[in-house]
């Protein structure tokens, strides 16, 4: 049997722009994807912290060490530049190995930069 569990996640970065006018999407600097292990158009769920809102959407790559954090599209409407919001993509994996699976969780500071 196959269960869904947390691959990956981006804990606590700063929405940096917010484009309504867009195909849609979330684009997140490519520093932070490689590290969190997340790819151009892997599907992610974004929880913002400020307002409480959950969404699901893909991914973009943005500029690398940009720092960048763009919610695209009708997402827009449902965060604004500064919010804190956490991104978390899953996979699915078999159930024994769901025992021992640790995802890849991310920390980067109050910039979007990853901390060293």
Same mark, same amino acid.
Not at 14 to 28: D, P
Not at 35 to 59: C, F, H, M, P, S
């Given at each position: 049997?196959?269960?869904? &569990?947390?691959?990956? =996640?981006?804990?606590? +970065?700063? /929405?940096?722009?917010? %484009? ?5 999407? #979330? @684009? ?10 997340? &790819?151009?158009?892997? =599907?992610?769920?974004? +929880?913002? /912290?400020?307002?409480? %809102? ?5 991914? #973009? @790559? ?18 604004? +530049? ?35």
């Amino acid at each position: 049997m196959l269960i869904k &569990v947390m691959k990956s =996640k981006i804990h606590r +970065v700063k /929405i940096t722009q917010a %484009e309504l006018h867009y195909v849609g999407s #979330i @684009t997140v600097d490519e520093d932070l994807m490689d590290a969190a292990d997340i &790819v151009e158009n892997e =599907k992610v769920q974004v +929880v913002n /912290i400020n307002n409480g %809102e959950r969404l699901e959407t893909y991914v #973009i @790559t943005g500029t690398r060490g940009a720092g960048e954090v763009c919610l695209n599209g009708p997402a827009a409407r449902l965060a604004q +530049v500064g919010d804190i919001v956490i991104l978390i993509s899953y996979g699915l994996i078999e159930k024994e190995e769901g025992k021992s699976h640790v995802p890849t969780i991310i920390f980067p500071d109050n910039d979007n930069k990853l901390i060293s």
